[in-house]
Structure formats: structure tokens, C-alpha cells
């Protein structure tokens, strides 16, 4: 299994696209074999941070539903909430992957 974690700088004033921009990239990735294991939004206070994580059994998994980006046209829409709304500043990924324990 492959976890990848979304780090995002937001615009705060945006959250509401951004909320829209986040549960259509939920349900993408589901539809395309992946496990969303949520966003996480700021709850107190002034904030730009926002995390995601989902994960997909393998590398190669992962990069069959990357292949869709800018082709499929759910993935061009949802996109284009970002774009448009200019929710997003900036946004890094990272590959990880579980250690679970093992009791």
C-alpha cells in the first residue's frame, strides 16, 4: 500500500470552493480504486493549512488513476473548481507508506 499525503496552502477566504474542490476529488478517488481517508481543514482560528490522505494498493495503482489527470472529464472539473475559485495557492504530495502494529 502507498499513502499519499496532500499538503495545501489555502486560500482561507476560499473554503467553501475548496470544500466543493475536496469531496469531488473524494469521490474520483474512490471511483478509481482508492481508499480517501479524508481532508482535514482548519477548525480554530485563522488558518491556510489543509491536509489529505489517500491511498492506493501500489505504486503502479496510483499512477493508472494520475494518468486520467487532464484527460477525464470529472478530473478537468474538478480541477476547474480550484482553478476558478483560486482555493488553492499551493499544494505539495508525499509519498508514505503504514507501519502498523503488530499485536
Known amino acids: 500500500m502507498i499513502t ?3 499538503h495545501y496552502t489555502i486560500d482561507p477566504a476560499q473554503i467553501d470552493a475548496f ?3 475536496a469531496r469531488a476529488w473524494m469521490r474520483l478517488v474512490a471511483r478509481h480504486g482508492g481508499v480517501h481517508h479524508g481532508y482535514f481543514l482548519p477548525a480554530e482560528g485563522a488558518s491556510d493549512r ?3 490522505l489517500f491511498s492506493f494498493e501500489s505504486l503502479a495503482a496510483y499512477e ?3 494518468a486520467l489527470f487532464g484527460r477525464d472529464p470529472d478530473f478537468v472539473a ?3 473548481i480550484r482553478d476558478e475559485s ?3 495557492v499551493r499544494y505539495e504530495r508525499t509519498f508514505m507508506r503504514p507501519l502498523l502494529p503488530t499485536d
Do not use: L
Request: charged residues 35%.
Open 19 to 21: 470544500e466543493r474542490f
Open 64 to 66: 493508472s488513476y494520475r
Open 50 to 52: 489543509a491536509e489529505a
Open 4 to 6: 499519499c499525503v496532500v
Open 78 to 80: 474538478a480541477d476547474r
Open 86 to 88: 483560486g482555493c488553492v
